[in-house]
């Protein structure tokens, strides 16, 4: 059974920083592609960085230029360098990856983390 499992929220005041780590865990043949979403209160879940096996990434309009997107690929785990933090970023932050699991061919799944809030004060 694949599971992420994330880390490195907290609360951080304006122009702060902050990492997010996403760990994947279980038996894993690939990892396609995995992704930074966050969801504030009140609106919906919004993508915010991508990183694909293939080395493509992109980012939110919204955080392009403050946030950071690489992989440890030895390791399983995807960060998220979050640098300049602004009280619009307050959200709980989610990973996700395209994932194909060890034993399964031709077709990969949908997993997440369980979120973690980031707060950023005024």
């Known amino acids: 059974q694949v599971q992420l499992v994330e880390s490195g929220g907290g609360l951080v005041q304006a122009g702060g920083s902050l990492r997010l780590s996403c760990s994947v865990f279980?038996?894993?043949?690939?990892?396609?592609?995995m992704y930074w979403y966050r969801q504030a209160p009140g609106k919906q879940r919004e993508l915010v960085a991508t990183?694909?096996?293939?080395?493509?990434?992109n980012y939110a309009d919204s955080v392009k230029g403050r946030f950071t997107i690489s992989a440890d690929n030895a390791k399983n785990t995807t960060y998220l360098d979050m640098n300049s933090l602004k009280p619009e970023d307050t959200a709980v932050y989610y990973c996700?990856?395209?994932?194909?699991?060890?034993?399964?061919?031709?077709?990969?799944?949908?997993?997440w983390g369980q979120g973690t809030q980031v707060t950023v004060s005024s």
């Open positions: 279980g038996n894993v043949a690939s990892i396609n592609g």
């Open positions: 996700n990856g395209d994932i194909r699991p060890d034993g399964v061919r031709w077709r990969s799944y949908d997993y």
């Open positions: 990183i694909t096996s293939g080395g493509n990434i």
